[in-house]
């Protein structure tokens, strides 16, 4: 049972129901994790500006961004997360089989090199980020990453980081579509 009722749309009003215009229109839904940062207006629009910038823009492809979000948030044991992320990427054309696979071990995945190195880089960010070799770096340049991308795969790393601790401190419950 979530510890803050998510916020009703028909209650929102101003920002919260333009955030949730714009939401619902790159969704086709409103996810509880806005529904229930929109009890602070300002969370919803700092949380909804950021998932447009890191999600929605950059040069990385959404099938990399969706597979940082998915491990990262399992990493951390965030099930909300998993879930939507898991939908995600089947939106997106992948099968379950080919997600599960994602989750056992992305690196028999279908990713090329330079993305499954910029993956990993993430994880272990999230996971112990002082033990990050400088050769990591080096082997990400020499497959061609570029300081954006790896800012890029880190900011999506980031993003999870925060959203996996708030999903988890209040019980968010799960969206019906991500079950």
């Given at each position: 049972?979530?510890?803050?009722?998510?916020?009703?749309?028909?209650?929102?009003?101003?920002?919260?129901?333009?955030?949730?215009?714009?939401?619902?229109?790159?969704?086709?839904?409103?996810?509880?994790?806005?529904?229930?940062?929109?009890?602070?207006?300002?969370?919803?629009?700092?949380?909804?500006?950021?998932?447009?910038?890191?999600?929605?823009?950059?040069?990385?492809?959404?099938?990399?961004?969706?597979?940082?979000?998915?491990?990262?948030?399992?990493?951390?044991?965030?099930?909300?997360?998993?879930?939507?992320?898991?939908?995600?990427?089947?939106?997106?054309?992948?099968?379950?089989?080919?997600?599960?696979?994602?989750?056992?071990?992305?690196?028999?995945?279908?990713?090329?090199?330079?993305?499954?190195?910029?993956?990993?880089?993430?994880?272990?960010a999230n996971l112990a980020p002082r033990?990050?070799?400088?050769?990591?770096?080096?082997?990400?340049?020499?497959?061609?990453?570029?300081?954006?991308?790896?800012?890029?795969?880190?900011?999506?790393?980031?993003?999870?980081?925060?959203?996996?601790?708030?999903?988890?401190?209040?019980?968010?419950?799960?969206?019906?579509?991500?079950?």
């Amino acid at each position: 049972m979530p510890r803050i009722v998510p916020l009703d749309p028909k209650q929102a009003i101003g920002e919260t129901a333009d955030s949730f215009r714009e939401i619902a229109s790159a969704f086709g839904m409103i996810p509880n994790l806005f529904r229930t940062s929109a009890h602070h207006p300002p969370l919803l629009r700092a949380n909804w500006n950021k998932v447009k910038a890191v999600m929605m823009e950059g040069r990385l492809s959404r099938k990399v961004k969706e597979t940082i979000a998915l491990l990262v948030s399992k990493d951390n044991g965030c099930e909300y997360c998993v879930a939507a992320h898991s939908a995600a990427l089947r939106a997106i054309g992948l099968s379950s089989e080919t997600v599960a696979g994602i989750m056992v071990d992305p690196d028999k995945s279908n990713f090329a090199a330079k993305e499954k190195a910029l993956i990993g880089l993430a994880r272990q960010a999230n996971l112990a980020p002082r033990r990050i070799a400088e050769g990591q770096f080096q082997t990400l340049r020499e497959l061609g990453a570029t300081d954006a991308e790896i800012v890029e795969a880190l900011g999506v790393m980031e993003l999870f980081v925060g959203f996996n601790k708030f999903l988890d401190s209040l019980q968010v419950e799960l969206d019906s579509r991500s079950r």
